[in-house]
């Protein structure tokens, strides 16, 4: 079944400067990537999603790029604030099978440092 | 904006005991999850329900497992017997169809 790997466990960035986070995944058959926020003692929070359709997809300060050919896809944050420190957990999800299941990877753990 | 209730936060049960942990979903969601964090580790898919069956299981869904959804009331997993290595963060998600999926903040379950 579908493994998604999640690169960084922990990212430390100084405020103002980009993030970004790496993901790969294994089944060529997924095609929807959406990317979770989880501020401590919070429930995960739907940041942005991306499917396969495009290879790029902007929201404000948030880019995920997809690139279907190394099965790798990430989130870049630009002029990181304090606010954006979390856990941000990648997912992947064929909706295909009708099921909506996410495979998710571990977490990274970005700390903005003001 | 929607939310997706899970009630108690945590819980701590003795080994071999039923456990119930219940979700109250948005309300007008069609679809139902129940994932599971060991501490550390990955969150990692359990079941999914629909239409008040089960959809899809893993094979960490282990027979001592069942969800249900009575009468568009909570969505329950229950665990009968509890074993220690079911002790971990379940979390409880819905969605109305593949986007747009909404999780709770987890129950802690420690089973001692």
């Known amino acids: 079944g579908e493994k998604v790997e999640q690169h960084e466990s922990t990212l430390s960035v100084r405020e103002g400067d980009s993030a970004v986070i790496n993901c790969t995944y294994t089944?060529?058959?997924?095609?929807?990537f959406p990317w979770y926020k989880q501020e401590a003692g919070k429930s995960l929070h739907f940041v942005i999603d991306i499917r396969s359709n495009v290879d790029r997809k902007q929201s404000q300060r948030l880019t995920v790029l997809l690139d279907k050919k190394a099965k790798r896809f990430s989130l870049h944050i630009t002029a990181t604030q304090p606010e954006d420190s979390a856990i941000y957990f990648c997912a992947a999800s064929n909706p295909n099978t009708g099921n909506y299941k996410y495979v998710f990877g571990a977490g990274t753990r970005l700390k903005v440092i003001a | 904006g929607p939310k997706v209730l899970q009630i108690p936060s945590h819980q701590i049960i003795d080994m071999g005991q039923m456990v119930t942990l219940n979700c109250d979903p948005v309300s007008n969601h069609l679809y139902f999850y129940w994932y599971k964090q060991i501490l550390g580790q990955q969150m990692e898919f359990l079941v999914n329900?629909?239409?008040?069956?089960?959809?899809?299981k893993s094979k960490l869904f282990k027979d001592q497992f069942s969800v249900e959804r009575p009468d568009g009331s909570y969505f329950t997993l229950k665990i009968q017997p509890t074993a220690l290595e079911d002790s971990a963060v379940y979390f409880c998600a819905s969605s109305l169809a593949r986007r747009g999926v909404f999780f709770g903040k987890g129950t802690r379950l420690t089973v001692v």
């Open positions: 329900f629909y239409n008040g069956k089960v959809m899809e």
């Open positions: 089944d060529t058959a997924s095609s929807y």
